[in-house]
């Protein structure tokens, strides 16, 4: 049995009371406090890093804003960011990709910087260093959270909390109905990510696309490369195979590295801690120190492996632990793996999604990947938790199964539910009523003036 203390009540002071409240300044809780700020209300966001932009920041590409025909399908406030990002050099175009989709490379550190100044720009109270730790509930209705930072603990008053922490931190303190991984329990593995410079990027596609006897890749043929220089690489299952005959111990099956937005830069995405709950900060430590480990061994891999990188060295490393997958909030409605191979329809839709089910297994090195045919439909209902007033959810968290999470967890995904949640919330606070309550049609026009894209009636 765990030793247990009891800890005294006492009086906190409130620091704020705001009509509006988003936990969590990542590609969701961005969005979600420009869109909930765009008419006057008071809107704060916390997080607990000291910037914002969450997983923007570790050099992935955006993937998701096109559906399959090729169309722009995530548009409004994502969209906007990108446009700003591109302004700067700092994010290519939307790049069609057989096996992504589409993809869109962006800079971490600018994304920092045009995450703040969007949230100056839109008068958001942005405070960082500060962890949200609890709820303060009405009978089922949030009223507010409990903050500790170097501060102390203190109390933030709000009408309408908005659940931007990618692990649902929120909502699980507020009593929501909680799932974690599949049938078995199990969840996709962390990883750390880190970026090489000094990478003959040439060379490597010439490589790739002129030996497809010697380089594999998945899904994506062998000729690609030869035109496409913003690329996700993904195969090279022999020559990790080779590596480990040789003695290397690389713990996945497939080469995953992307370019940057430096000409000689790429990120690589090939640690991954098997058996990880990212909410124990046991299991947190243990898979970093573990992930760093791996990240040494994938660097002697590629030097030795892997075309172009004779020469690269290690530039940045990613200052978390990525998380792939943590708590799911059950809401007033599921999304399911069918909903999203299907293409599904809502009549309560506040966007337009499209990427595969991409599954890193929970068990081995491997992973699998099932398309839709264009894309599919997210229901207001999934950002709704049930049973819990005053909160709505948006990212990671939002109301799926295992496999549909595998598709909804992509960044574009995250912004533009981030953007339905903010403008619901606003609705919501305008009109004195529950998130449950606002009206679906009011909250889809109010979407469409900010450039939502809604799929055309069939
Ligand atoms: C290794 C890896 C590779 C991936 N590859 C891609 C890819 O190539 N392209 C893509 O589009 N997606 C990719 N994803 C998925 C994607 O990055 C995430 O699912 C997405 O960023 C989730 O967005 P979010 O806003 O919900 O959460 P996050 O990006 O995690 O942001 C949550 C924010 O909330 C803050 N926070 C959390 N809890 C609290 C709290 N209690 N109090 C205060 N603040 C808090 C965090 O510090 C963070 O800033 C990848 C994920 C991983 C881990």
């Known amino acids: 049995m765990i030793k247990e203390i009891i800890e005294p009540a006492r009086h906190i002071p409130v620091r704020a009371e705001v009509d509006i409240l988003v936990v969590g300044g990542g590609p969701a809780g961005i969005m979600a406090a420009q869109a909930a700020a765009a008419d006057g209300l008071k809107v704060m966001l916390i997080e607990n890093r000291s910037y914002l932009g969450g997983n923007l920041t570790i050099g992935l590409p955006i993937l998701g804003f096109l559906g399959r025909k090729g169309n722009e399908i ?64 009405e009978d089922h209705t949030v009223k507010g959270v409990i903050i500790e930072s170097k501060a102390g603990r203190e109390a933030i008053l709000a009408k309408t909390v908005i659940d931007c922490t990618g692990d649902g931190d929120v909502a ?50 062998n000729e690609f490369f030869r035109t496409d220089a913003n690329f996700t690489f993904v195969g090279m299952r022999r020559k990790i195979h080779e590596a480990r005959q040789a003695g290397m111990n690389i713990n996945v099956e497939r080469t995953i590295i992307m370019t940057g937005i430096a000409p000689d830069e790429m990120w690589i995405n090939m640690s991954r801690v098997n058996g990880t709950d990212a909410l124990d900060p046991k299991d947190n430590t243990e898979a970093t120190f573990e992930a760093h480990r791996q990240n040494e061994e994938v660097v002697r891999y590629l030097k030795a492996y892997v075309p172009g990188f004779e020469n690269a060295w290690v530039d940045k490393v990613a200052p978390f632990l990525g998380t792939r997958e943590s708590r799911r909030v059950v809401g007033k409605y599921m999304l399911t793996r069918d909903d999203v191979l299907q293409g599904h329809r809502f009549p309560d839709a506040i966007c337009a999604a499209s990427y595969p089910i991409d599954l890193h297994h929970p068990v081995g090195g491997d992973c699998t ?60 606070v305008k009109a004195g009523v529950a998130p449950a309550q606002v009206n679906v049609s009011a909250l889809q026009d109010a979407l469409r003036q900010e450039g939502v894209y809604f799929r055309p009636e069939e």
């Open 74 to 137: 995530i548009k409004g406030l994502p969209s906007d960011f990108v446009h700003r990002l591109q302004a700067r050099g700092q994010a290519t175009g939307h790049r069609a990709c057989p096996l992504h989709v589409s993809l869109t490379m962006i800079g971490g550190e600018a994304s920092k910087k045009l995450a703040t100044e969007i949230m100056e720009e839109s008068h958001v109270d942005v405070l960082m260093y500060t962890l949200c730790t609890d709820v303060i509930m």
């Open 172 to 221: 699980a303190r507020a009593g929501a109905q909680i799932e974690k991984g599949n049938d078995e329990g199990r969840m996709q593995p962390p990883t750390i990510m880190f970026s090489m410079r000094g990478i003959d990027i040439k060379k490597l596609r010439e490589s790739v696309a002129d030996h497809p006897e010697e380089y594999d890749v998945d899904i994506i043929p």
């Open 369 to 428: 990947l099932e398309w839709c045919d264009d894309c599919y439909d997210i229901p207001y209902r999934c950002l709704i938790p049930k049973g819990v007033d005053g909160l709505l959810l948006a990212g990671r968290c939002i109301s799926t199964t295992h496999e549909a999470m595998a598709s909804t967890r992509v960044m574009s995904i995250c912004m533009a539910t981030g953007e339905a949640a903010g403008k619901a919330a606003q609705l919501a």
